[in-house]
């Protein structure tokens, strides 16, 4: 087949969660032939287990399908993108590959705060964008409140928006009319040096490292020596191929194509996402701008239940980091906890999938501290500091002023649960920025301070709305903040895996609950022990587990009471010196359960 660009579509399809996207993907393979009907599952395209109960795309896959139109065979790209604001970096990647994009919006549940976040990159990296109206054989799809919806929140022109049912295969047709005759094709030239984006990459055990990449001018052939632009490391490609979804090896990629490439390479960190590929001995001239990099903002420790774990643990975080470019992690130790890791996460979703994949793909029993984000603490020397983990901040008379990060976070729901959001949003010391209707939708922009996000903000905002708000941040700035430490004492010795940063209004609050719980969860001993919450020197809440007595007036039955005040005396003067020399241990269900503590128990 001859290469002709003009016959290419590169495109992505963004939508908010559980939109269709996926479902619209699976239709799509379907109709060009993509897989046979036996070969079909749905969410074909979400290969993690994860991905298929939870419902949601966590990695950006791709498709390359082959569509008749007016006698002319097309190839068409479909690169799919996870819709959940954790995974927002993925989307970037995707789209920086393409050239249009499709915009699923659910008819029965209109513009979504995600559907505007994801939107406004695919308008940043210049897309055509193609409005697509899922779902609307549903009773409840209201087809022209979404167009209006679309127009007046985006500004799209919804005049030639398609309507579809991903499910039944309604309106499919049209898509791809729409996406041949509406979506411009690739530019690039064939006959230039090699330049090709590198767009994502992933672990194969029997492969190596496999290299997603979208050429953008010259071609890419097996056996070529290539060079990757950041490091200028020189690899020799093995295999070139497409996914069509199943792997196809190719003789080559040309300009406009998306495909990928293996070329033995060991680590996953010896490619960088969004790096541009060239070839050795003719290289392009100038570097793609790539994207940019992605920034963890949730940190939390995760150490392993069984000391000699550890090892595995740090085997498999490895592993994990080779099909997952945006987690980062490095090596910490707790006297409470031992070993273990501080990792960095997108959000609180990528913390609990890669927490779920640690436990299903490598069987490790974990324990994960309390997430916490970086503050920033400027001390009297003018140094900054970033702070990544309680246990390490300094002296309080060291410190000058500390800084917490803000977020721009934009919700957006139904009217008759605004009053109960803007509560939700003021008890987490929010900022009201903004507040304007569309329709009998509200769209309210704050700012917020994150580490009140990471704790439990998005599911008390889905409760409190009877889950019909949708919810998305960016990070904004860095504000000065009257932060304090809150430490844990069991019986006069900290625990500093149980230590967190907190605003100093909540500091009480989040004290007491801490030893409440601990109170209850801490099995009790032959004495008496002290659970205590204190900021610096100032003890702020305090429980006690009482000790176990034995009975030691059992075998007194009448008789002198002055044998009875001795024998509980002695029993006194026992648990004295138990106190003294006794250590409390903490099992670990005490602190996974204290780490879960929330605000509004």
Not at 118 to 139: G, M, R, S, W
Request: charged share 25%; proline share 3%; glycine share 6%.
């Amino acid at each position: 087949m001859t290469h002709d660009i003009n016959l290419i579509r590169n495109f992505s399809i963004i939508a908010h969660i559980d939109h269709g996207k996926s479902t619209l993907a699976d239709r799509l393979i379907e109709k060009c032939g993509g897989l046979e009907s036996r070969e079909m599952t749905s969410q074909v395209l979400d290969s993690m287990d994860i991905e298929k109960e939870r419902g949601i795309t966590i990695k950006a896959q791709t498709v390359r399908l082959k569509y008749q139109h007016n006698d002319k065979i097309y190839i068409l790209n479909l690169i799919d993108t996870p819709g959940h604001v954790d995974f927002a970096y993925e989307v970037s990647r995707s789209l920086a590959a393409c050239e249009g994009s499709l915009l699923v919006v659910d008819a029965s549940q209109g513009v979504e705060a995600q559907t505007l976040a994801n939107v406004y990159q695919a308008i940043d990296n210049n897309h055509e964008i193609i409005p697509v109206l899922n779902k609307v054989d549903l009773p409840a799809a209201d087809i022209d409140r979404t167009k209006q919806q679309i127009e007046d929140v985006i500004g799209l022109d919804t005049s030639n928006a398609i309507a579809i049912s991903a499910k039944s295969g309604l309106g499919i047709e049209d898509v791809l009319k729409g996406i041949v005759e509406r979506l411009p094709a690739p530019t690039g030239d064939i006959n230039k040096p090699l330049k090709a984006l590198l767009v994502d990459s992933w672990y194969d055990p029997y492969l190596g490292v496999v290299i997603l990449l979208r050429v953008i001018d010259g071609k890419i052939t097996k056996d070529m020596k290539i060079k990757m632009m950041s490091n200028n490391t020189i690899y020799s490609v093995d295999t070139v191929g497409i996914f069509t979804p199943k792997k196809i090896k190719t003789e080559g990629l040309y300009a406009g194509e998306v495909g990928f490439i293996t070329a033995s390479m060991k680590e996953v960190a010896d490619c960088k996402v969004g790096d541009t590929i060239t070839t050795e001995k003719n290289p392009c001239d100038r570097a793609l701008s790539g994207f940019k990099p992605n920034q963890p903002v949730v940190f939390c420790g995760l150490y392993p239940t069984d000391a000699s774990e550890f090892e595995n643990l740090k085997e498999s975080l490895g592993k994990l980091r080779l099909n997952d470019a945006s987690f980062e992690y490095e090596m910490e130790t707790s006297s409470a906890l031992g070993f273990g890791f501080r990792c960095g996460f997108l959000g609180l979703l990528h913390l609990e999938i890669i927490q779920e994949r640690l436990d299903r793909e490598f069987n490790l029993d974990l324990i994960t501290t309390a997430p916490s984000v970086i503050y920033r603490v400027h001390l009297l020397s003018k140094e900054v500091l970033e702070l990544h983990n309680p246990s390490d901040m300094p002296d309080t008379t060291k410190i000058e002023f500390m800084e917490e990060p803000w977020v721009r976070a934009t919700i957006m729901s139904p009217d008759e649960y605004l009053g109960s959001i803007l509560a939700l949003c003021t008890e987490k010391r929010g900022i009201q920025v903004d507040l304007t209707y569309v329709g009998a939708r509200a769209m309210v922009v704050y700012k917020l301070p994150l580490n009140e996000i990471v704790f439990d903000f998005y599911d008390r905002l889905k409760s409190c709305s009877k889950g019909y708000a949708s919810f998305d941040w960016q990070m904004d700035e860095y504000a000065e903040s009257d932060l304090v430490k809150l430490s844990i004492l069991v019986n006069a010795e900290p625990v500093d895996a149980l230590s967190i940063i907190v605003h100093r209004s909540k500091s009480e609050h989040r004290g007491r609950e801490l030893c409440k719980r601990l109170k209850d969860l801490i099995p009790s001993q032959l004495f008496q022990i002290a659970i205590q919450a204190a900021i610096g020197g100032k003890i702020i809440a305090r429980e006690t587990v009482k000790a176990l007595r034995k009975d030691v007036l059992a075998k007194c039955y009448g008789g002198d009471i002055s044998r009875k005040r001795k024998l509980l005396e002695k029993q006194k003067a026992g648990k004295k010196r138990m106190r003294q020399i006794g250590n409390v241990e903490i099992p670990q269900s005490a602190f996974i359960a204290a780490l879960k503590i929330s605000d509004n128990d």
